[in-house]
């Protein structure tokens, strides 16, 4: 059956039973869910388009909803927020079989169910690709949020999740490589991103963070942001980073691709990039990859004090 074949209620009656239970005092089926939020509630708001951000032919619908939650969830977790609730609209186009809508719920619960995070309404449209829109509300249960602008000179730089997974992904799909079991890994993170939530969590929850972002569009980009909302210089240290560089050498190898191009630059990873005070003992999860040398208005990154070309990374207009 296809979209244009349907009916938005046919669709709903499929598409809400597969979603993760709701905690909401009033739950998706009425105008508006109520969700009992008593304290300050983190926001924040992504899209996912067709033909942009993923492929029918590389993505299944399951992979798109797992992906969609995900890169909602490590945005209110950045900010020290347990997230709680996600709000979905989506685009159809008529040629869309119905299940694909069926198979995005799946994944959504696959990605919410283990966090106790819920799906509360939303919104059914028709499109002319899919269009995927997702709200996230985060509880702050009493805690000071996380913010970008917080590293201090002599902090550690740390950092939990990929890096370069995404990028060598991606490439391995544009690329039509045979996806072997050395290349699977890679491209089944860049599909469904699996950023390290109850890590960055439990970090925040210890009071030991003095700024935290996620790192969504590359590792040298959201430093240059968080070094530029702090007035910082950040040096990173290879030493520390480069290790990662052995999961990416057979894919780097069949594509002739620089690999630590997509380490420092590559994005889609949704890990988390953090500081704390010296002498703080790094957080589960978590490894020391810099220092925060300075002040310096409007921010700085190095590499072992060596300036880096460009931006690098992810730009949704394309500009470096």
Not at 14 to 22: D, E, R, T
């Amino acid at each position: 059956m296809l979209i244009s074949d349907t009916t938005e209620d046919i669709l709903l009656s499929k598409f809400l039973p597969l979603l993760p239970p709701s905690s909401a005092s009033v739950p998706t089926g009425d105008d508006s869910a109520v969700l009992d939020m008593r304290g300050q509630t983190a926001v924040s708001t992504d899209m996912l388009i067709e033909g942009r951000h993923f492929r029918r032919d590389w993505s299944s619908g399951s992979d798109v909803g797992f992906r969609a939650a995900m890169q909602n969830l490590s945005d209110v977790v950045a900010m020290g927020a347990k997230p709680r609730s996600l709000v979905i609209s989506l685009g159809l186009p008529g040629d869309l079989e119905a299940e694909w809508a069926a198979d995005f719920a799946r994944g959504l619960n696959e990605a919410c169910a283990p966090l106790g995070v819920s799906v509360d309404g939303g919104d059914l449209v028709g499109a002319d690709e899919i269009v995927v829109a997702v709200t996230v509300l985060g509880d702050m249960e009493g805690r000071t949020p996380v913010l970008r602008g917080g590293a201090q000179i002599g902090d550690r730089v740390i950092h939990a999740g990929h890096l370069g997974h995404g990028a060598a992904g991606y490439e391995i799909l544009k690329a039509g490589l045979e996806i072997t079991n050395a290349l699977a890994p890679l491209v089944d993170d860049f599909r469904r991103p699996k950023p390290p939530l109850n890590d960055a969590l439990a970090a925040a929850e210890s009071g030991v963070l003095t700024a935290m972002m996620d790192v969504s569009d590359g590792l040298i980009r959201d430093a240059r942001r968080l070094a530029k909302a702090s007035g910082v210089w950040v040096n990173f240290h290879g030493t520390n980073l480069e290790p990662r560089l052995r999961d990416l050498a057979v894919a780097a190898g069949k594509l002739r691709a620089d690999r630590r191009e997509w380490l420092y630059t590559g994005g889609e990873d949704q890990g988390f990039l953090a500081t704390i005070r010296p002498g703080t003992e790094v957080p589960t999860g978590f490894t020391d990859v810099g220092e925060v040398m300075g002040a310096y208005m409007g921010g700085r990154v190095t590499l072992e004090g060596k300036e880096i070309a460009g931006q690098g990374g992810w730009d949704h207009f394309g500009a470096d």
